[in-house]
């Protein structure tokens, strides 16, 4: 498998991984400051079933890096392009963190025809406690920061120790016992994108909210959480209760406890994964 390129129809260069395999394709998307090798357990394991794609989003690992684009439904877009570009008329999604609520940009701006299973990885509904939701609403949510807790962190993150700043946010997203290795792959990955990419696409990725989308998925959705995730695994018992007939599996700490339950515990990740899609 060879990584390749395509061009957005706004003249940026995206980097992509296509498997080439038999079968419905599985388009993975990565989240805020990370990149397709995040995924790289699973295109190892899931590609001799099924077509595997991966791409590094705008701002984001081998991708270029321009000066605009920084929004989710601008990613969105990209994904389009990208699928347009493979000519899948037809095809598997999976979004981890952000890259769920890319997809949800997706099935909000372009429907869901084309997507055939729908896998949400850990994504909160709505990542801010904006003040005109009522407590019990930001708790369904799962909302990580409250309006001025965002705020703060993007000054940091935009500030002068603002790699620091990253990779502490980075850090503070795996339990204890974290293995050093994994973590320092994270924080390596997390160092391809700018900060004039990572503090607006952050700021607007935290200040969508995507509860109106969730009941128009109208499409087979399993819902992933973990317990030891600092995303609340209640924020995704709420995305599958509002999915119509959606599944939800929530890994228990004894298998992963962190962010990155494809990481941490790649064989368990990908048997609920693949269980699903086959």
Aim: hydrophobic letters at 45%; aromatic letters at 10%.
């Amino acid at each position: 498998m060879h990584e390749r390129t395509l061009t957005t129809n706004d003249g940026v260069r995206l980097a992509y991984r296509d498997t080439g395999g038999d079968g419905v394709p599985l388009v993975m998307l990565h989240g805020w400051g990370q990149t397709q090798a995040m995924f790289r357990h699973q295109i190892e394991a899931l590609a001799p079933a099924r077509r595997v794609v991966t791409v590094d989003f705008r701002g984001h690992g081998r991708s270029a890096k321009p000066r605009h684009g920084y929004r989710v439904a601008r990613l969105a877009r990209d994904v389009l392009d990208l699928v347009d570009h493979l000519g899948l008329n037809t095809f598997d999604a999976l979004g981890w963190s952000m890259g769920a609520s890319v997809w949800w940009s997706f099935v909000d701006q372009y429907g869901t025809g084309r997507i055939r299973r729908f896998v949400v990885v850990d994504q909160p509904a709505a990542v801010a406690a904006v003040p005109w939701t009522s407590p019990a609403e930001q708790r369904d949510c799962g909302a990580v920061f409250d309006v001025a807790g965002l705020l703060e962190l993007n000054v940091a993150l935009a500030g002068p120790d603002g790699a620091k700043v990253r990779e502490d946010f980075v850090r503070s997203m795996f339990g204890g016992g974290t293995d050093p290795e994994l973590l320092a792959f994270v924080t390596e990955e997390i160092r391809a994108t700018p900060a004039y990419a990572a503090v607006p696409l952050l700021f607007d990725h935290c200040a969508q909210d995507w509860r109106d989308v969730l009941d128009r998925v109208d499409v087979p959705t399993l819902v992933l959480g973990c317990e030891g995730s600092h995303v609340d695994p209640a924020s995704q018992r709420f995305i599958a209760e509002r999915i119509p007939g959606a599944r939800l599996h929530v890994f228990p700490a004894d298998v992963a406890r962190s962010h990155f339950p494809f990481l941490e515990n790649p064989d368990a990740f990908n048997a609920v994964v693949d269980e699903f899609l086959s």
